[in-house]
C-alpha cells in the first residue's frame, strides 16, 4: 500500500533553515501532484507548496523562502525552508494528488503522510 514518510522536523531560531523530506514507497511521484501542507495549532491544514512537472504553485507566505524539489528516481521530495519564521511553526505533511486536481485544496489529495513538527522559536 502506498505510504507517504516525512523527516527532518525540529525546533530552531527564527533565521535559520531547515530542509524536510517525503519518502514515498509503492507510489511514483512523478504520476501525482505532490504537495506539502502545513498545519498550525488550532487553524486548519494550509497548502504550502506543490510542484507539477515544472511548475511549481507556492502559498504567499513562504515565497521566496522555501524550496520544493523532487527526485522521481526514487519517489523522495524535500521542502527546503529558509529564513525561518515563528509563524512557520506547524505539523508539516507532505501529500499525493491525482493530476488536474484542484492542488490547493486539501480534499484533492489521496495519500498523506503522518506529518513531522516544525517549531520556529523568535
Known amino acids: 500500500q502506498v505510504q507517504l514518510v516525512e523527516f527532518g522536523g525540529g525546533s530552531v531560531q527564527a533565521g535559520t533553515s531547515l530542509r524536510l523530506s517525503c519518502a514515498g514507497s509503492?507510489?511514483?511521484?512523478?504520476?501525482?501532484?505532490m504537495a506539502w501542507f502545513r498545519q498550525a495549532p488550532g487553524k486548519e491544514r494550509e497548502f504550502v507548496a506543490a510542484r507539477v512537472g515544472d511548475y511549481v504553485y507556492w502559498t504567499d507566505s513562504i515565497k521566496g523562502r522555501f524550496a520544493i524539489s523532487i527526485y522521481n528516481a526514487n519517489s523522495t521530495m524535500f521542502l527546503q525552508m529558509n529564513n525561518l519564521k515563528p509563524e512557520d511553526t506547524a505539523v508539516y505533511y507532505c501529500?499525493?494528488?491525482?493530476?488536474?486536481?484542484?492542488?490547493?485544496?486539501?480534499?484533492?489529495?489521496?495519500?498523506w503522510g503522518q506529518g513531522t513538527q516544525v517549531t520556529v522559536s523568535s
Open positions: 501529500a499525493a494528488a491525482s493530476p488536474g486536481a484542484p492542488l490547493r485544496a486539501v480534499q484533492s489529495y489521496t495519500y
Open positions: 509503492v507510489i511514483t511521484f512523478s504520476q501525482y501532484t
